[in-house]
């Protein structure tokens, strides 16, 4: 008799924190806050999960912050009111084209805060206003009137040695 038993890991995307900057990607992706767990399994059927680390973590290039449990559960609570991610959507893309109409200054990001407000729940906690106020902010620096799409691309720091590409080992 054959019995299939072992450990896989997995990468769980936990809830949608919506439409942010990634400076990997260089571009607005959705972002995810999630969990890097390893499942014990006899027969492919789950016996024990447990979490090595929790993430946030860019949809496209899956690159992003390893954050502890408890900062985790804060996020996972902010974010609740606000995860359907069409929703996201249709809220950024609302955001990108008043944006475009706009210059990049406090008068702008009330201006739009107060029309997602109206449809979107934005406002539901002082932590998602503040991290919405802060993704408004890099919007009308990239895409507002006289924003510059490099505006939050980061200079390489010549400082720092040229990286060397990765090479596995040999046995």
């Not at 260089?26 to 059927?45: C, L, M, P, Q, S």
Request: charged share 25%; with cysteine.
């Amino acid at each position: 008799m054959f019995i299939v038993w072992g450990t896989r890991e997995k990468l769980k995307k936990d809830i949608s924190t919506g439409i942010d900057w990634c400076p990997v990607c260089k571009k607005f992706t959705g972002w995810y806050i999630g969990r890097h767990v390893k499942i014990n399994h006899v027969e492919y059927i789950p016996l024990k999960t447990q979490v090595l680390e929790y993430f946030m973590m860019c949809g496209i290039c899956q690159h992003g912050p390893i954050i502890n449990p408890d900062i985790y559960s804060e996020f996972k609570q902010m974010f609740e009111p606000f995860k359907k991610r069409k929703q996201q959507i249709q809220c950024f893309e609302k955001a990108a084209k008043m944006a475009e109409t706009m210059a990049p200054n406090e008068i702008s990001v009330n201006t739009i805060m107060d029309a997602l407000a109206s449809e979107y729940p934005i406002r539901s906690s002082q932590q998602l206003e503040i991290e919405y106020r802060r993704r408004i902010q890099a919007l009308l620096l990239t895409h507002g009137i006289g924003g510059d799409p490099n505006a939050l691309i980061q200079p390489k720091d010549p400082q720092l040695p040229p990286k060397q590409p990765a090479v596995m080992d040999t046995i």
